[in-house]
């Protein structure tokens, strides 16, 4: 199945790059049409997106073909 051949591939954890922003950006807006993943209606701006994340802990998974499957990112929290 398409699903058991996402997990054959080799994968890496790598520091997101700048120009990783638009692949990025694809899988936020996937995540979004989902309508459970965030309060936004679309994906932010890279301005607005590297605003609001710390530039520490973000990261992506690359495939051996340096394809960007997926990314997480640190964002900071208000301590209340």
Do not use: N
């Not at 996402?6 to 309508?35: C, F, N, P, S």
């Amino acid at each position: 199945s398409a699903a058991s051949d996402v997990y054959k591939r080799q994968v890496k954890i790598d520091a997101m790059r700048r120009q990783d922003w638009k692949h990025v950006r694809a899988i936020y807006a996937e995540g979004l049409a989902a309508g459970i993943a965030s309060f936004l209606w679309k994906p932010p701006l890279w301005r607005d997106w590297d605003a609001g994340h710390l530039t520490l802990g973000r990261c992506v998974a690359r495939d051996k073909s340096d394809v960007v499957l997926g990314w997480a990112a640190l964002a900071p929290v208000p301590d209340t």
